[in-house]
């Protein structure tokens, strides 16, 4: 498999991370990408705090799975969201992320920048061609794009973590 690629699309408007999860399953469904997992948050303005979502039809194989983006978005936002437990086990989980190359740096950017009014969308790929993935997303009008190579150790330590059945 080639190399994955976390890549974070911020959009400013609570529904843009939803029509561009659309837009990147059409990318897949047409080979510009092969998709692993993908998940979206959503932020209304006056909510406290983000809804989110995995993509359903990403639950194949090399899919994370909703520990993953639980804790990632835990991380993020300080809540608890899609069924992670956060506890002693958080912080051993926590460094697992950082061995898999997100790290602090990572986590306070997307968290500075996905506020209420906003929504972004959080995918796992490998074979994107990045400038295909944005002129594709040109409708939906993403304001930023944040992203963290993963190298094959650190994929694979991510996919050790949260290997999914």
Known sequence: MAQATLTVWKFDSPDGAEQASQTLQDLAREGI?????????????????????????????????GGFWGLLFGLIFFVPLLGAALGAATGALAGSLRDAGIDDAFITKVRDQVTPGTSALFVMTSDAVVDKVKAAFADHQPDDLIFTNLSDDQEAALRGVFATE
Do not use: M
Not at 42 to 48: C, K, L, V
């Open 33 to 65: 990408l092969t998709l692993h997992d993908a998940a979206t948050v959503s932020w209304a303005e006056g909510q406290r705090k983000p809804k989110t979502r995995q993509l359903a039809s990403t639950t194949g194989a090399g899919a994370l799975g």
